[in-house]
C-alpha cells in the first residue's frame, strides 16, 4: 500500500509532529517541576524524576526554611563545596534507620541548592564507618528533626517488608546513585561492610593512612550492597573483588591505590579533610567560568555515568537488599552470630 501526500499535506503533518512533540517535552518538564527534580539537569530524561528518591516524598513548601540541623549528619557548605559527615562516632559511624532519613534530607539539600557544586561524604571521629548497626544500638537525640526528615520519616515508616522500593536503605543509596553532582569521598579512617561498599558511589576517593578495607558480608550472614557485586569487579578487577568478597579479605590503603579504586592516600589526622578540599577547590577553579560551572559539572558526570548506568544500578540496588531481606527471613544472620559467639571464647584461650 502506497500513500502519497501533497507538499501542503506533508507540511501540516509536520507541523502537527512538531507541535506535539513540544507538548510532550512541556508535558515532562511540568511532571518534573511538580515532583520536586530540577527539569533543567544536563539529563532531561522523561523517568528522570520518577527514579530520584526524595521526588517520592512530598514536595517541599515553598519558603519555608527545610533546616539541616540533622541528628546523625552534619551538614555545611564553603566555597561551592557542601560536607556532609556521618555523625555516630559512638558506635562508629554504624548506620541506622535515622541515618537513612538525614542522608535523604542532606542529599536532597545539596542537589536543590545552586550554590553547592561537589558535595565531600566523610566520617566523624577515628573511622568512616563500620557498617550497618546490625546491634540495633539505642540513641537518644539532643534536637528535633528538621521538617523534611519529619516528612521523609512519615513515608518510610509505612515500608512493605516485601516493596524494596519502599525501604529506606534502598532510598539512601538510589540518594546516591542519583546524584548529579560530583561526589568525593573522604575515607578519614576504617571502611566496612557498608562503609566499604559506599565508596561504590564515590566519583573521586581520597583515603588517609590510617584507613583500611573490609568487606566482612559473608561473616554476617548478608548480602553485599550498594552495587557492589557489580561495580567492585568493574573498579578493582575480579581477582580483587573475589578475594575481598568471598574472603572477607582486608586490603590497605595502598593496596587499593594500586587496584585503582582511590586516587590518593594522604596523612592521617586533622589535616586530612582540609587537605581533602584543597583538592576539590583547586579542581573545580578548573572547571570554567562560574556561571556555567555547575551546569558543565553536571553534564561531565551524566557522561560518565549515564542514564544507562544509573538504571543498571537502580535496579542492582533493588537485588541485593531483597537477597539481605531473604537472608533475614532464612535466619542465616542468627546462625552466622551464634557460630561466632560460640568460636570467640576459644580464640582467646
Given at each position: 500500500?502506497?500513500?502519497?501526500l501533497?507538499?501542503?499535506?506533508?507540511?501540516?503533518?509536520?507541523?502537527?509532529?512538531?507541535?506535539?512533540?513540544?507538548?510532550?517535552?512541556?508535558?515532562?518538564?511540568?511532571?518534573?517541576?511538580?515532583?520536586?527534580?530540577?527539569?533543567?539537569?544536563?539529563?532531561?530524561?522523561?523517568?528522570?524524576?520518577?527514579?530520584?528518591?526524595?521526588?517520592?516524598?512530598?514536595?517541599?513548601?515553598?519558603?519555608?526554611?527545610?533546616?539541616?540541623?540533622?541528628?546523625?549528619?552534619?551538614?555545611?557548605?564553603?566555597?561551592?563545596?557542601?560536607?556532609?559527615?556521618?555523625?555516630?562516632?559512638?558506635?562508629?559511624?554504624?548506620?541506622?534507620?535515622?541515618?537513612?532519613?538525614?542522608?535523604?534530607?542532606?542529599?536532597?539539600?545539596?542537589?536543590?541548592?545552586?550554590?553547592?557544586?561537589?558535595v565531600?561524604?566523610?566520617?566523624?571521629?577515628r573511622?568512616?564507618?563500620?557498617?550497618?548497626?546490625?546491634?540495633?544500638?539505642?540513641?537518644?537525640?539532643?534536637?528535633?528533626?528538621?521538617?523534611r526528615?519529619?516528612?521523609?520519616?512519615?513515608?518510610?515508616?509505612?515500608?512493605?517488608?516485601?516493596?524494596?522500593?519502599?525501604?529506606?536503605?534502598?532510598?539512601?543509596?538510589?540518594?546516591?546513585?542519583?546524584?548529579?553532582?560530583?561526589l568525593?569521598?573522604?575515607?578519614?579512617?576504617?571502611?566496612?561492610?557498608?562503609?566499604?561498599?559506599?565508596?561504590?558511589?564515590?566519583?573521586?576517593?581520597?583515603?588517609?593512612?590510617?584507613?583500611?578495607?573490609?568487606?566482612?558480608f559473608?561473616?554476617?550472614?548478608?548480602?553485599?550492597?550498594?552495587?557492589?557485586?557489580?561495580?567492585?569487579?568493574?573498579r578493582?578487577?575480579?581477582?580483587v573483588?573475589?578475594?575481598?568478597?568471598?574472603?572477607?579479605?582486608?586490603?590497605?590503603?595502598?593496596?587499593?591505590?594500586?587496584?585503582?579504586?582511590?586516587?590518593?592516600?594522604?596523612?592521617?589526622?586533622?589535616?586530612?579533610?582540609?587537605?581533602?578540599?584543597?583538592?576539590?577547590?583547586?579542581?573545580l577553579?578548573?572547571?570554567?567560568?562560574?556561571?556555567?560551572?555547575?551546569?558543565?559539572?553536571?553534564?561531565?558526570?551524566?557522561?560518565?555515568?549515564?542514564?544507562?548506568?544509573?538504571?543498571?544500578?537502580?535496579?542492582?540496588?533493588r537485588?541485593?537488599?531483597?537477597?539481605?531481606?531473604?537472608?533475614?527471613?532464612?535466619?542465616?544472620?542468627?546462625?552466622?552470630?551464634?557460630?561466632?559467639?560460640?568460636?570467640?571464647?576459644?580464640?582467646?584461650?
Amino acid at each position: 500500500l502506497k500513500v502519497c501526500l501533497s507538499w501542503p499535506q506533508l507540511v501540516r503533518v509536520r507541523v502537527r509532529c512538531t507541535m506535539a512533540q513540544q507538548q510532550r517535552r512541556l508535558s515532562v518538564l511540568s511532571a518534573q517541576v511538580v515532583a520536586g527534580n530540577n527539569p533543567y539537569r544536563s539529563d532531561k530524561a522523561e523517568a528522570e524524576y520518577v527514579r530520584l528518591p526524595w521526588c517520592r516524598f512530598p514536595p517541599r513548601a515553598a519558603g519555608r526554611p527545610g533546616g539541616t540541623e540533622y541528628r546523625t549528619v552534619k551538614y555545611s557548605v564553603e566555597d561551592g563545596i557542601c560536607t556532609i559527615v556521618r555523625s555516630r562516632p559512638k558506635v562508629l559511624n554504624a548506620v541506622n534507620f535515622q541515618t537513612h532519613c538525614d542522608m535523604i534530607a542532606a542529599f536532597e539539600e545539596a542537589e536543590q541548592d545552586g550554590f553547592v557544586l561537589a558535595v565531600v561524604l566523610t566520617g566523624d571521629g577515628r573511622f568512616f564507618c563500620s557498617g550497618a548497626d546490625v546491634a540495633g544500638n539505642e540513641e537518644s537525640y539532643d534536637r528535633p528533626d528538621p521538617p523534611r526528615v519529619q516528612e521523609i520519616k512519615k513515608v518510610l515508616l509505612r515500608q512493605d517488608d516485601y516493596d524494596s522500593n519502599t525501604w529506606s536503605d534502598v532510598n539512601m543509596y538510589d540518594a546516591w546513585i542519583n546524584f548529579s553532582k560530583p561526589l568525593i569521598i573522604a575515607v578519614n579512617g576504617p571502611a566496612v561492610g557498608e562503609g566499604f561498599t559506599t565508596l561504590m558511589m564515590g566519583d573521586i576517593i581520597y583515603v588517609s593512612d590510617s584507613a583500611y578495607f573490609w568487606a566482612p558480608f559473608a561473616r554476617f550472614g548478608v548480602v553485599p550492597e550498594i552495587t557492589s557485586t557489580v561495580t567492585l569487579p568493574q573498579r578493582v578487577g575480579m581477582a580483587v573483588a573475589a578475594e575481598m568478597l568471598l574472603m572477607s579479605k582486608k586490603k590497605t590503603p595502598e593496596e587499593m591505590l594500586r587496584a585503582g579504586l582511590i586516587n590518593e592516600v594522604l596523612p592521617a589526622g586533622d589535616g586530612f579533610l582540609p587537605a581533602v578540599k584543597e583538592r576539590m577547590k583547586s579542581g573545580l577553579n578548573l572547571a570554567g567560568d562560574p556561571s556555567v560551572r555547575l551546569k558543565a559539572l553536571r553534564l561531565f558526570k551524566s557522561m560518565l555515568k549515564t542514564k544507562e548506568w544509573r538504571d543498571r544500578m537502580v535496579a542492582q540496588n533493588r537485588n541485593e537488599q531483597e537477597m539481605v531481606r531473604q537472608r533475614v527471613r532464612d535466619g542465616d544472620i542468627q546462625k552466622n552470630l551464634a557460630f561466632y559467639s560460640a568460636q570467640m571464647p576459644q580464640k582467646k584461650k
